[in-house]
């Protein structure tokens, strides 16, 4: 059974810290890739960062490079973002996901399994 289990959400001040996490089910196979998107209430949803299980490489939207860091857990189960010096434009609902395509991507149309979203709410 295919799954995605988030966690870490709340609110925050601006310039505060946030951390997310998402963790794996038991399929594991052919999962190459984990992100992370938003969506804000009207907003189409948007890719944040994308994580090379394997290897770690990242790539990150322009709006959070900087600020936003992803990374895998020893046990390449757990995909985390770490959220620092946030702006109240960060508000929004983020999603989990994972790809079993071969290249990293941060568009949703390249992802099929998603979890079930945290809100992350950021006041000025």
């Known amino acids: 059974q295919e799954q995605l289990v988030e966690s870490g959400g709340g609110s925050v001040q601006a310039g505060g810290s946030l951390t997310l996490s998402c963790t794996l089910g038991?399929?594991?196979?052919?999962?190459?890739?984990m992100a992370w998107f938003r969506q804000a209430p009207g907003n189409e949803r948007e890719g944040v960062a994308v994580?090379?299980?394997?290897?770690?490489?990242?790539v990150y939207a322009d709006s959070v490079k900087g600020r936003f860091t992803i990374s895998m857990g020893n046990n390449h189960r757990t995909a985390t973002l770490q959220m620092t010096n946030v702006k109240p434009e960060d508000t929004a609902m983020y999603y989990c996901?994972?790809?079993?395509?071969?290249?990293?991507?941060?568009?949703?149309?390249?992802?099929?399994?998603w979890g079930q979203g945290t809100q992350v709410t950021v006041s000025s």
């Open positions: 994580i090379n299980r394997s290897s770690g490489s990242a």
């Open positions: 038991p399929n594991t196979l052919r999962t190459y890739y």
């Open positions: 996901a994972k790809s079993s395509l071969l290249f990293s991507s941060l568009s949703p149309r390249d992802y099929t399994i």
